[in-house]
């Protein structure tokens, strides 16, 4: 086992804080890794070396002259399983540091078993993400032994019939106010995660680069939809937005990266529609004829549409003409909507016809608009993805 120099620093400063003396914690190589006095860290410690390779219970340190790289004091092996990892160091008169040495040679070797373990939690955690990221996330049409085999050592088992459930959250730009600051997405990720595993003991949870990734143990859809339901309540708040794809039931355990591809698209559009929306693949019916163009396209599209836009100014514009059609275009009812004059809505629409060459009140031009806004999840996730 190794100590690491991340670990080590904040045990020193920790005890440090706590006794008031001056630590260090030198490795097995008896080089310091952690010091009151920083400057030391790196320095070859002599007194470790012979610890270790006297398998010696404590070395007194009279002078700093008596071994290289050593200050004064006491110097204790800190032992793991039986075995020398390191050693702690007092600095200062015998007869002060003895009265703590033994204390503080079991509190560190306490806080270093803590470390490990949580370190080992940790190490546990990202190899289950990556075996259930190569299981979901690629394509495959056959699983092999090997692959079965890993999921029983991580406790699932991949030939069971699941739903595929995929969240996603963002923070919501605006007024900022004491709360907003107080938000950490991956803190609520992490609370869906354990809500989702608290529901049935063989759900899965994970999380990739933009989404959480969720496995179901085979609910009906109106159970799925009651789940989701109860997430929005339970952590959406005015300033995260979250949207939820559910996949179409499958009965074949082979096709699991098929249900995610499905549970991913309802997920964009869900978040199409707005804050706090829950789709199912199954509702989706212009947006499977879109779905297989790419996102470059998709891209140039919109960049030929919104030509000399921001990209503030393209998602306020999607906006404005998104609340216009959900109001069949009427002029008043979507003023009222966007808390606005009738007036300073037409000024808007006028200034979009004349900057894009398109006029969204024109049914026409509408076409243009509404693929637009049909693309806009696609386009707003590859925004937050270079963010």
Known sequence: ????????????????????????????????????????????????????????????????????????????????????????????????????????????????????RENEKTRNK??????????????????SEALKERGRDFGIDITVHRRIMVISLNEIKGESSPYSKL???????DSIEREILLLH????????????????IAPSDAKLLSVAENLLKKFSNPHIAISIGIDEACEDYLKIHEQYSKALKAQISARQRGSNAITFYSDLDLELLLSDISEKTRQSFMNKVFSGFSEEEILQSMKTIQVLYEENGSIYRAADRLNEHPN???????????????????????????????????YTSTKDKRN
Not at 126 to 143: G, L, P
Request: glycine letters at 6%; one cysteine or more.
């Open 344 to 378: 300073t809505l037409q000024y808007k629409l006028r200034k979009i016809e004349r900057d894009t060459g398109y006029d969204p009140r024109k049914l026409g031009d509408a076409a243009v608009f509404n693929l637009a806004l049909l693309f806009r999840g696609e």
């Open 201 to 216: 003991a063989s759900n899965t949870a994970f999380k990739t680069s933009n989404v959480l990734v969720a496995t179901l």
């Open 126 to 143: 990202i190899a289950r993400t990556r075996f259930q990221i190569e299981w979901i996330c690629n394509a495959q049409t056959e699983v």
């Open 1 to 116: 086992m190794e100590i690491s120099q991340r670990d080590a620093d904040e045990i020193v400063k920790e005890l440090s804080n706590l006794t008031k003396l001056k630590l260090n914690i030198v490795n097995s190589d008896a080089i310091i890794i952690a010091n009151s006095d920083p400057q030391r860290v790196g320095d070859f410690h002599e007194a470790t070396k012979k610890i270790i390779d006297e398998k010696l219970d404590e070395l007194v340190v009279m002078d700093t002259a008596q071994y290289k790289g050593t200050c004064a004091g006491t110097n204790l092996p800190i032992v793991i399983d039986h075995q020398i990892v390191g050693v702690v160091g007092i600095t200062g008169p015998y007869k002060e540091a003895v009265s703590y040495g033994k204390i503080i040679k079991k509190m560190t070797e306490i806080l270093i078993q803590g470390k490990e």
């Open 183 to 189: 938000i950490n997405l991956d803190s609520i990720e």
